[in-house]
């Protein structure tokens, strides 16, 4: 519940951040890495799971969270950095979908991870 | 390509936990975030302080609770404002529950709000609601090794009250033992022994408290 709510609010930040970036208008989301500091807040494979099965309804169902250790910070949740691709094919661009077509099913996803 | 982001992922929470900062300064109204775990002590509290308080202050509560509003209504004969917040399996409140919620009361006319969250002892640590003061009740029935177990919520108290000091003897609690546990996550919260269902255990808290809701009127 919790970690699911959570993954829910990195995934909302991360969207918004894909989709009013003009730079990033032709990018898909590959990776979101985490920082969290002692003591976790949340389990970091409970949130990785629940994003996993959140990122699957948008536009990027192939992207990953990544939860890495921060020295420096306290019981906080930061999100470091996102990896973007440029998208696969004019084709996708042109139906607007962000890739999604390409990641939709489970084995190319399992590819891309 | 990666691209540096640096976000808190509370950063929606934490804006609107300000918003509401802001709305209650310019009321100047004193808000306390009341949080423990299920069955410490939160609405006996409420019930044995409104009495006092309200004699004194114009005061509202929010209660925040899963599925029922029974706690609201323990504290329907004191004939205040009280919006109940339903989280619906939520394990806290956040900072857009309290903003929805003071939309229905008179801002304009209370000196106090005070929020009874959600009975759990993890997640409400993360969530700033814009409160001034944020109370951690704890009774001595649930042992004396919780605070390093449940670290985060004790460290981010302001207030640390010890309830149920009556049971401790049945339970086998050394006060002082439990103090120094608070005192090894927590150096700074104020800490106050005290039985929510005795009068008499409360008047240093409710001094405490009271100095803190003048302190803000006098902003
Ligand atoms: N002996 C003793 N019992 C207490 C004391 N304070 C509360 N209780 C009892 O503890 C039980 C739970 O109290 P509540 O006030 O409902 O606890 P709560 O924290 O509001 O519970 P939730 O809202 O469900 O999380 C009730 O039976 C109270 O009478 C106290 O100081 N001493
Ligand atoms: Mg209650």
Known sequence: ?113 | MEITVLKNVLIKNNAIGNDNRSLFNKNKIFVANIISSPGAGKTTLLESTLAYLTSRYRVAVIEGDLYTSRDAKRLQPFNIPIVQINTEGGCHLDARMIHGAVQSLPLDNLDIILIENVGNLVCPASFDLGEDLRILMYAVTEGTDKPQKYANIFAGAEVILVNKVDLADLCHIDLSELVDEVRSVNEKAAIFPISALKQETLVEWQQFFEEKVKAKKNE
């Open chain 1, 1 to 113: 519940m919790h970690e699911s709510s959570k993954a829910q609010q990195i995934i909302e930040i991360v969207s918004e951040l894909m989709t009013t970036d003009p730079t990033l208008a032709k990018k898909k989301l590959t990776k979101v890495t985490l920082e969290m500091g002692r003591p976790y807040i949340v389990s970091p494979d409970s949130l990785e799971f629940y994003f996993a099965e959140l990122i699957k309804i948008t536009p990027w169902p192939c992207a990953t969270l990544s939860c890495i250790e921060s020295k420096e910070l306290g019981p906080e949740l930061i999100i470091k950095s996102i990896e973007v691709d440029d998208l696969d094919t004019q084709e996708d661009l042109a139906d607007g979908n962000h890739g999604t077509k390409k990641c939709s099913d489970q084995e190319q996803c399992d590819r891309e991870r």
